[in-house]
């Protein structure tokens, strides 16, 4: 069994609230330095056997069809080690 | 400006419906070998100047305190090239 995680962000050029909401209270809770913070969705999906090309191609699709809003977010998929 | 990310995921033990939902709905629309699918939260952290490790420190109280409810999710914190 191997992990593939797939990492959703927003797109830079879209807002995104909730990060600001997190900046906003880092420097109220005296976080100093803390410029920014975007948040986003971690998917950690386990496939059976090991993960080839074809396996990495079914997770890029599952992420554009399920996991992701492609019109407002951005998607990586990765092998984690 | 330096990015550091964290992620922040249910521990092992805790029941993730969101993630069995997501499993579930993939065996619905043809995807075949996922096992497990959870679900959890990256943020994408941009700290003014250089990262040390008293940088990395305020990010990890960071998680600590406002990213992660520590009793039910873990988070790692890591430093992107």
């Known amino acids: 069994m191997a992990r593939v995680v797939v ?3 927003l ?3 879209i807002l995104d609230p909730q990060g600001q909401a997190i900046a906003g209270a880092c420097s109220r809770l005296g976080f100093e330095g803390i ?10 999906v386990e496939v059976e056997g090991a993960v080839d090309e074809a396996k990495l191609a079914d997770v890029r699709r599952l992420a554009e069809t399920l996991l992701a809003n492609t019109v407002i977010e951005e998607y990586s998929v990765r092998v984690e080690d």
Do not use: A, N
């Not at 410029?35 to 950690?44: A, I, T």
């Open 7 to 9: 990492d959703v962000m």
């Open 35 to 44: 410029e920014q913070v975007r948040q986003g969705k971690r998917f950690e």
């Open 11 to 13: 797109k830079p050029e």
